[in-house]
């Protein structure tokens, strides 16, 4: 069964590093999203890609992030500058439209 | 400010008996309603979704959905210990950006 990839599982990361998390999403899926999950609390959405461009975004993604599909399968979110409060759980997501799959995530720590 | 609530339990049932879990929502213009699956430190699996008002059965689970009340629920039957979990509901008001909103999850524990 096809399912969403992301590298890497584990980042640690100075605050003011860059950082580049990946996806591969589902190979026939057409929307791409990435949503991230602070420790206990609830799911947020933080933009959404389709026909590579951003289709929707979130009052959380500012100007500190990017997305990109640099080829015909990555799909990767940039954190220019991170922050203490970007530590997370970032999840990478895809779908047809219609139901979102998601990946297994990144863990992002940010020291 | 969209809204999805949920209580977030603990929801304790023994095995075998009927686990029901619940949401609301606050956007009218909703269209698409999920349950999510959501075991500790891993992400969220998809296990149901309702588009339409009324009951959807997918083996030990169903979800319901009531536009009207805004509101929709899950119910397990047969719960196993396996199920022990927090499940999400998510709800798209299928805008261009097909963003789901998520209540805060419900933790489930099917005691054996």
């Known amino acids: 069964e096809p399912e969403v990839t992301q590298t890497p599982s584990h980042q640690v990361t100075q605050m003011g590093q860059e950082v580049i998390l990946r996806c591969v999403p589902i190979s026939n899926h057409l929307y791409f999203y990435w949503y991230r999950q602070i420790l206990g609390q609830k799911v947020e959405f933080l933009v959404s890609?389709?026909?590579?461009?951003?289709?929707?975004k979130s009052e959380i993604f500012d100007d500190q992030f990017s997305v990109e599909r640099p080829d015909g399968s990555n799909f990767t979110l940039k954190i220019r500058s991170t922050k203490l409060e970007d530590s997370a759980m970032y999840f990478c997501a895809s779908s047809r439209p219609g139901e979102q799959y998601f990946g297994p995530g990144t863990r992002l720590t940010v020291t | 400010q969209k809204e999805v609530e949920q209580n977030s339990g603990p929801l304790s049932v023994p095995e075998g008996a009927i686990a029901s879990l619940n949401c609301t929502y606050s956007?009218?213009?909703?269209?698409?309603f999920f349950w999510y699956r959501q075991y500790s430190g891993k992400s969220p699996e998809l296990i149901m979704f309702?588009?339409?008002?009324g009951d959807k059965e997918d083996g030990r689970f169903t979800a319901q959905l009531n536009k009207a009340s805004q509101y929709v629920s899950l119910l397990i039957r047969d719960s196993q210990p396996s199920d022990s979990a927090t499940y999400l509901c998510a709800v798209n008001n299928n805008n261009a950006g097909n963003m789901l909103t998520f209540g805060g999850g419900t933790r489930l524990m099917v005691k054996p």
């Open positions: 890609f389709y026909n590579n461009e951003i289709s929707e």
């Open positions: 956007d009218r213009g909703s269209q698409s």
């Open positions: 309702i588009y339409s008002n």
